[in-house]
């Protein structure tokens, strides 16, 4: 069975860092793209970083460029994304995900996801 599986989610003040991790089991994701996705309660689920299979390119949406960096283990078979000078807009039920291809800032692209971890940043 496959399965993605985040943790490290948490509580922090404006400010602050967190760093999620996402485990993958079942299978090898070593093709696939691997990234994360958030959704604030309200909103859509929004994209939020992407690395490609060698961890060669990276892609981050523009609200959280510069604040977070996302990085993968190919060989632990993990991904995960350093989440710095955090905001209490970047609340939310962060996503893991995997993909085969396409266009990797839409959701419909990702074919495997985690059951999510929540971060609640305070003002």
């Known amino acids: 069975q496959v399965q993605l599986v985040e943790s490290g989610g948490g509580l922090v003040s404006a400010g602050g860092s967190l760093r999620l991790s996402c485990a993958a089991s079942g299978r090898t994701f070593s093709s696939y793209a691997l990234g994360w996705f958030r959704q604030a309660p309200g909103k859509e689920r929004e994209f939020v970083a992407a690395?490609?299979?060698?961890?060669?390119?990276?892609r981050y949406a523009d609200s959280v460029k510069g604040r977070f960096a996302i990085s993968r283990d190919n060989a632990k078979n993990t991904v995960d994304l350093q989440m710095n000078s955090l905001k209490p807009e970047d609340t939310a039920v962060y996503y893991c995900?995997?993909?085969?291809?396409?266009?990797?800032?839409?959701?419909?692209?990702?074919?495997?996801w985690g059951q999510g971890t929540q971060v609640t940043v305070a003002s």
């Open positions: 690395i490609i299979w060698g961890g060669a390119g990276t």
């Open positions: 995900a995997a993909s085969p291809g396409g266009v990797l800032t839409v959701a419909r692209s990702w074919t495997v």
